[in-house]
């Protein structure tokens, strides 16, 4: 192995010999050497160092004069990048980076700024897809806009022979209070619909889909309710009613499900990310996912939480997954519903509905039995987990299973409401916090309502959940919330919406530094995942996948966070946006 020194090194230290050469020639001539010999011996050397110098290594790709942001441990920047067969072979200044290899690639990348390409750490990708070939209601100001968006889709994929929407949510709306289905039953009478709303916790489902489900007046749901009015269904459903429904109804074809994929990934390349963590999949999803990726046409690297299944639990005896571009090594649970539909299950009422404390979807003795099986195979668990009562009860069982000292990294999504008394649990058994950055600006419209001016304090607590055990994980929930991850950035760090609201940031003690920010959406993400050895920093022997930005997220002012363009996506060193 030569030791390959830089060019400019090697011609400095040719010249110093050549000019020491009487010196030393003087010097040997005293003794032995003749001059002649001294001089040959040291344009050899000379020329030998040369050389050397010129036996670059090979990159497939070089990338210079960038801000990098590695996110290593001191989070040091560099200017320049080696890459070969996908990995990261050194970062360093353009000089060192230049000197040391050549590639048949080289971008110069004129100051532009690179990151560790971006992870959700909760979302659900496959979901995601599906819901591009559904009803798209976010924004919708009425019911009536809901409506009208639901025939236009009808009209245009006459061949949807079961219609499914999602994104509307009532307190958007003038009139904020549930609708019902006796205008659907009008305008489409003959093919089931359900409309979910915007968290999935709530949906009105025409008589239509209520006929095909079999649901009547005298149906009952554990965990879920179906709403009546004077003994007449209204359409309305929750919690695991909505899932109940939606599982009799007929389902997607196996091609409209592979194709959910594709299309997720190309939305979510162009968004700078380059791995999500799916909070919950079925064994036949999984199948889809290992047939894509085989024959090339998913690269996206993939966390998979495996739903709580008897399927899955069956996967989980025979042990961890562990691939390039997916790993299975966790579950996920539900301990409640969510805040905006009232399911989140609370310690106290509702502030805004007197007698009402939530649902609690999973019972303890279920839980207690996954864990044991994460356990026994080195599984994490995740569970959602939104109001405070259903937050202490899977801290107490996790507790119950895990050791003061431990790094099973179990997890509890969301965790947005969190009593004073339980936070510490998080520290203690390092438990650890996966949140969703955007659902603090999306929600705090509202949030106050549910929860009364003195425990919405307590809940979004980001800065607080983050103390405890020095890292959190950052993610969208997408598609509840939109895929891009600059939102969770701008959200995370001002508390503000999109719209720059509210003046000061909701409830801004607990924001973000813009560092923490960024790392919980990289290299925590990542450690969240037990992925951090291979992905979520740009250091020497780990993956290449990064994120090219037009400007630097670290420094620009807050409003211009926004503005910011994903320019390139690479992974594996293979440039995929
Ligand atoms: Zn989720």
Redesign the pocket.
Known sequence: MFIILPHTKIKRIFITLQENCEILSSFFCRNVITIDFMRFTLIFIGIFLLTTSCMKKEADLLILNARIYTLDSSFSTAEAMAVRDGIILETGTNQEIRDQYTAGQVLDLTGKVVFPGLIDG???FYGYGLSLQKIDLRGTQSFEDVLERTLAFHREHPEHTCLEGRGWDQNDWMEAKFPDNTELNKLLPDIPVVLRRIDGHAAVANQAALDVAGFNEMTNIAGGAIEKQNGKLTGILLDNAVDSLLARLPKPSPEEKAQAFPEAQEKCFAKGLTMVCD??LDGSEIAIIERLQQEGKLKMRIYAMLSNTAENRDRMTKGIQSGDRLVIRSVKLYADGALGSRGAWLKEDYTDMPGHKGLKVTSEEQAREVCQLALDHGFQVNT?AIGDAAVEMMLKIYRSFLNVKNDARWRI??AQVVDPKDINLFGDYQIIPSIQATHATSDMYWAGKRLGPERVKQAYAYQKLLRQNGWIINGT?FP?EEIDPLLTFYAATTRKDVKGFPEGGFQIENALSREDAIRSMTIWAAKGAFWEDQIGSLEKGKKADFVVLNQDLLQVPDKEILSTQVEAVYLNGEKVF
Do not use: L, S, V
């Open positions: 909760h979302c659900h909070a919950g959602h999504e969301h929930d509840i």
